[in-house]
């Protein structure tokens, strides 16, 4: 007898799926729908979605920034006090309720499975993940990541990421399935991302071009938002911390951490709605705060949105979601000029306007469309002084229009055919005090790409995917990258379960429109870096095999060997290319050849119910072919563990530790950043009705950088404390 998928409450039943079909598509995105396994009888229904609207962003932003603002300790137990009494709904169950859903994921295979079932090792942070440890920003989300390596970006706040070896430029940054600007080359600030409406982050590593086009040489981070459901619920978060006699005044009682963010949404079956807000600011820090300098910038950032869905039953939805983002960075350093050290300061003004919208139609024999686009525009305003005189005045100018249609076909043979094609265009305009420094005041380039991929299931318990892509590009014409990854259940008669995965794939770049023909001005470090017109796409093929043995819900160990074979790398000279205003000059330039080759290993243990533990290790070596030297910038070691610790019925103590081993600092001198290692402790207290009390301390034994030796890297900010409230009602309290 046929099995009904069921949609969202009082959807009618999209199609019928017989139990008889392979073991292996279970938990399966199948004809368009989520289906998950729920218990022996193999009923499954569909994960619930939605997409809100596009109301009130002006009065959330105006809000949160008057709240931001206010720096003295007097104002904000006002405001602390103002959510305590405000309670009215009942304590969320929330982890119990994670806990008893299969986790979905859609990046790997840009269809939803299972995260045990999918061909392509997906790694995923939890909402649940995110409450526990306070994270606000991507940077904060991800640190705890196994085999995840977070780097500054040069000569700004911000962050990184590196996986496998590969650097931020060859890792491809993702908001429900579509790009965002990048801030400084290819590399995407992840500090620039808060999550005020975030449900989960999934993280694929090795070669993902096929599915995503360029720059997914590396991997792959995609943010997926949080669906909403129909009704009215919300959401309000306020924390502030300290960090000690480092605070930028001296006083160690100072707020200088302030965060709120909040969030209303609901709507009916068929129209839905969101708007949030999020803000952040960080007066800085400094190891001498009596002196000029500082090691911490004072950062301003804020986020608003709104979003508006529609859901006409059957598997048809559409959206449309505004956002703006705003920040403001000051940095303060000194120069030197026998015999005096002189007082500079940077700023820098950030303005990311985006626009996101899409359709999604199922239909009658179960084809299923999906066309989504954004645009955006990322604008940066660097400001110099020199003893309070004015020196530049940089204006840098983006835009990025992305638009996306993807066909998925019904079952057909116990294959899953997936056909796509994709438009892109990057437009880049720059100025230095007004003179335009690109040639016709403007570069641009466009690309078309189509892709197909097809989902084999090889009896119930071995699944191959195929994937091809074709890119054409303005500037450097066409290029194919193939894909292949298989997924095998071993027979098990135990309580163990063994899954082997394995894929093959090619990645590839083409450098974009910063890294040809910007200037970096890095000039608070001392140089500066040049655009390169003459550079050529780089390449890679990835080669990933793994394991995972489980047993039951309560262990589950992973093993994951890579090898990435790079060509034509891009990065930057190790050695200056001239000057600039009297300023280092550097270029970027194509390397010949490198390799970077490792194991991932993760285990997860549920020892209790209160208690939970995950540990992780990644090694890895990487060589320059030309140099036989190691890249810089690439610890070899990189470790976390995690502890879970639920002592009382509504207390959690969190606490995560990171490990880093030594790596070069630079290939010339042969100068290396020590190894070092961090704690975080987060104590979470939920309250009765919606309320919950946190306090955590970041870098708890306070290990910080040697800001006197350029070649460490060591983490930059010192101990930071913090304490906050957490306040839901209605349906964002209700497990998910």
């Given amino acids: 007898m046929p099995v009904l998928f069921a949609g969202d409450p009082g959807s009618e039943p999209v199609r019928a799926v017989s139990p008889g079909w392979p073991r292996s598509l279970g938990g399966r995105s199948i004809a368009g729908c989520n289906a998950r396994e729920n218990g022996p009888s193999r009923r499954y229904r569909l994960r619930p979605g939605g997409h809100p609207g596009l109301v009130g962003i002006a009065t959330l932003t105006s809000f949160f920034a008057r709240f931001a603002s206010a720096a003295s300790a007097a104002q904000t137990p006002c405001l602390l006090a103002l959510i305590l009494l405000t309670h009215v709904a009942p304590a969320a169950a929330q982890a119990a309720g994670e806990a008893s859903l299969e986790q979905v994921v859609v990046t790997g295979t840009r269809t939803e499975k299972t995260l045990d079932d999918t061909p392509t090792r997906t790694e995923v942070v939890t909402r649940q993940e995110l409450e526990r440890t306070g994270a606000v920003t991507l940077t904060d989300a991800l640190e705890n990541l196994p085999g995840v390596h977070l780097s500054e970006v040069h000569g700004k706040s911000g962050h990184s990421i590196s996986l496998q070896g590969l650097t931020g430029d060859q890792v491809l940054v993702l908001v429900d399935g579509l790009p965002i600007t990048a801030s400084t080359g290819s590399t995407v600030d992840l500090s620039q991302l808060l999550l005020v409406e975030v449900d989960r982050i999934e993280v694929v590593k090795g070669a993902s071009s096929v599915q995503y086009g360029s720059a997914a040489m590396g991997g792959v981070v995609n943010v997926i938002t949080r669906p909403i459901r129909p009704g009215f619920s919300g959401a309000a978060a306020v924390d502030v911390g300290t960090r000690g006699d480092q605070n930028h005044s001296g006083d160690s009682d100072d707020l200088a951490w302030r965060h709120l963010r909040g969030l209303l949404e609901g709507g009916s079956q068929q129209w839905r709605w969101r708007v949030a807000a999020d803000a952040l600011h960080d007066d800085g820090y400094a190891v001498d705060p009596s002196g000029w300098s500082r090691q911490g910038d004072r950062i301003r950032r804020e986020q608003a949105l709104a979003r508006l869905g529609w859901h006409g039953g059957n598997g048809r939805t559409a959206f449309i979601e505004f956002e703006r983002y705003r920040e403001a960075d000051t940095q303060r350093y000194t120069q030197y000029a026998p015999p005096n050290y002189i007082p500079q300061r940077k700023t820098?003004?950030?303005?990311?306007?985006?626009?996101?919208?899409?359709?999604?139609?199922?239909?009658?024999?179960?084809?299923?469309?999906?066309?989504?686009?954004?645009?955006?525009?990322?604008?940066?305003?660097t400001r110099g002084a020199s003893n309070s005189v004015a020196t530049t005045d940089r204006f840098a100018g983006q835009r990025m229009s992305h638009l996306g249609a993807q066909l998925d076909l019904p079952v057909w043979r116990n294959q899953l055919w997936q056909f796509g094609t994709d438009f892109r265009r990057e437009t880049l305009r720059q100025t230095n005090n007004g003179v335009d420094e690109l040639v016709g005041g403007k570069v641009e380039r466009d690309s078309q790409e189509l892709f197909v991929q097809n989902d084999i299931f090889l009896g119930e318990r071995t699944e191959l995917v195929l994937g091809l892509r074709w890119q054409d590009d303005s500037d450097f014409g066409g290029h194919v990258a193939p894909k292949i990854a298989i997924r095998h259940e071993l027979p098990s008669r135990s309580a163990w379960t063994t899954s082997l995965r394995g894929s093959i794939g090619e990645g590839y770049r083409v450098p974009n429109l910063k890294e040809r023909h910007f200037l970096f001005d890095h000039s608070a470090l001392g140089y500066v870096v040049l655009g390169n017109p003459d550079l050529v796409p780089e390449s890679s093929t990835s080669y990933q095999l793994g394991a995972v043995f489980a047993r039951g819900d309560d262990l589950r160990i992973e093993l994951n060997a890579f090898h990435n074979e790079i060509d034509d790398l891009i990065q930057i000279d190790s050695n200056p290319s001239g000057n600039v205003n009297g300023v280092q000059a550097y270029r970027y330039r194509n390397v010949s050849q490198a390799r970077t080759s490792g194991l991932e290993t993760g285990v997860t243990w549920r020892a209790s119910p209160s208690l939970s533990v995950n540990a992780a290790?990644?090694?890895?070596?990487?060589?320059?072919?030309?140099?036989?030297?190691?890249?810089?910038?690439?610890?070899?070691?990189?470790?976390?563990?995690?502890?879970?610790?639920?002592?009382?019925?509504?207390?959690?103590?969190?606490?995560?530790?990171?490990?880093?081993?030594?790596?070069?600092?630079?290939?010339?001198?042969?100068?290396?950043?020590?190894?070092?290692?961090?704690?975080?402790?987060?104590?979470?207290?939920?309250?009765?009705?919606?309320?919950?009390?946190?306090?955590s301390i970041r870098n708890l034994f306070d290990k910080q950088r040697d800001f006197t030796d350029p070649a460490d890297f060591g983490p930059r900010s010192g101990r930071l404390v913090m304490l906050g409230l957490r306040y839901r009602f209605g349906d964002a309290a209700a497990p998910r």
Avoid at 356 to 379: C, H, N, P, S
């Fill in 617 to 695: 290790y990644t090694y890895t070596q990487t060589r320059d072919v030309d140099t036989g030297l190691e890249l810089t910038r690439r610890p070899r070691s990189v470790a976390r563990l995690g502890v879970d610790w639920r002592f009382a019925e509504r207390t959690v103590l969190a606490t995560r530790v990171r490990y880093q081993s030594s790596e070069l600092s630079s290939s010339d001198t042969g100068a290396r950043s020590p190894a070092w290692a961090s704690v975080d402790l987060s104590l979470t207290h939920e309250f009765r009705g919606g309320l919950a009390g946190f306090f």
């Fill in 348 to 381: 820098e003004d950030i303005d990311r306007d985006r626009l996101t919208g899409g359709i999604a139609w199922l239909f009658d024999g179960g084809t299923r469309l999906e066309v989504k686009g954004v645009d955006e525009t990322y604008d940066s305003t």
